[in-house]
């Protein structure tokens, strides 16, 4: 503990460390200290890859992976990459406004603006960095406006409305009838900002968005829809779940990845030519970084393109994640309900929470990252289970045996949920 007699500056910087050190000791109290697992992929061999222990190097299988659908290691998406690099080098060289706009990174927007129907796209150097740039930047841009956010929304769109200055309002998580409230007690006239998510990948649960949209049109409300998490996944070419559900056309910008189901890096916003101007013309964001790498660019665009006409994977993966669901249901471990790729897990305490990831990796070969708070509300501690379409039936019987095990060792209690996903 740093010795509040003695100002930092008399003791130097081994003071201002013990700030930082206090920090950290924090974390290892409530439990929420993260150690990183040193994993090493193998394009080809997705979900087995080496982790890096301390013991050694050894095989492991990835089950919490965002690379959903195994494009990462996709022969035309390794491909395109290698291509690209060979053609045009590996950087972008500068900002988007400063010779970094490349003929890849103009295509990446032209699909994707087809991608979700819009008559414009614009790609960042991350999911966050396009929401916490796009969110604020179209709020602040709006006089008065009022913003208001789903309670379980991104850590990337609260900041993104943090950032904006403008007043918002949480609304509880996917509930229709609370939104209404806030619309109706704002007035008529205010302008408002509608924050949500399609797929909330915690407890893979989907928000109502045709719901949502008859709200915000009622109210005249505009609509900013984080669809990370469907992108490549869900509708008939991969545009998310406002696709498949008829609705995408109701909302005013949707915003994605491209490092999840898509296996590359970099994030964007769809919508109008007018709206995409504007904020490429005023996020700070977008503006003052390298643009995305034309090798990058050309990938996720192979990935894109090969999404929108292959169902293979898609389908794959949702039968994989009904098999999982149902051996883990099976061996009576308490599966939180979802219809989604999301199969979470719940367990409820920390502590115990991270004692399970570390039993699987150590003794199962079996990589499944502990969600704990402030990922997830206290309380709510679960594993996040991820099935993609290279988890054959064997991985499965050796997952639900393992979880059957490390259940009895940790005394965690079977067959009952002690809540059901939010
Ligand atoms: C992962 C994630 C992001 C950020 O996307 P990155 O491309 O990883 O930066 C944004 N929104 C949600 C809901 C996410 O889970």
Known sequence: MTNPQRSVREVGAAGYDGFFADAVA????????????????????????????PQGPKEVVIWCSNDYLGMG???????????AATRFGTGAGGTRNIAG?????????????????????????SGYVSNQASISTIAKLIPDCLILSDALNHNSMIEGIRQSGM???????????????????????RPTLI???????????????????????????????????????????????????????????????????????????????????????????????????????????????HLKISDWERNRQQDRARRVKSALAAAELPVMLSNTHVVPVAIGDPAKCKAASDLLLSKHGIYIQPINYPTVAKGTERLRI????????????????????????LGLPRGCLPYAAE
């Not at 924090?26 to 222990?53: K, Q």
């Not at 509880?172 to 806030?182: A, F, P």
């Not at 498949?244 to 590359?264: N, S, Y």
């Open 26 to 53: 924090r974390l290892h109290v409530e439990r929420r200290y993260r150690i990183f697992a040193d994993l090493e992929r193998m394009a080809g061999r997705f979900p087995c890859a080496v982790w890096h222990s």
């Open 73 to 83: 290691q996709h022969p035309k998406v390794v491909r395109a990459m290698i291509e």
């Open 101 to 125: 706009t490349n003929h890849p990174l103009i295509e990446l927007e032209g699909e994707l603006a087809d991608l979700h129907g819009k008559e414009a796209a614009l790609v960042f150097t």
């Open 167 to 189: 007043e918002k309002k949480i609304f509880r998580h996917n509930d229709v009838g609370h939104l209404e409230d806030l619309l109706s007690a704002a007035g008529r006239h």
């Open 195 to 305: 924050v949500f998510e399609s797929l909330y990948s915690m407890g893979g649960d989907v928000a109502p968005i045709s719901r949502l949209c008859d709200v915000a049109d009622r109210y005249g409300a505009m609509t900013y829809l984080d669809e990370v998490h469907a992108v490549g996944m869900y509708g008939e070419r991969g545009a998310g779940i406002a696709a498949r559900d008829g609705a995408m056309h109701r909302i005013d910008v949707i915003e994605g990845t491209l490092a999840k189901a898509f296996g590359c890096l970099g994030g964007y916003i769809a919508g109008s030519a007018t709206l995409i101007d504007a904020v490429r013309s005023y996020a700070p964001g977008f503006i003052f970084t390298t643009a995305l790498p034309p090798p990058i660019c050309a990938a996720a665009t192979a990935a894109i393109r």
């Open 386 to 409: 991820t099935p993609t379409p290279c988890h054959d039936d064997h991985m499965i019987a050796e997952l639900a045996a393992a979880l059957v095990e490390v259940w009895g060792e």
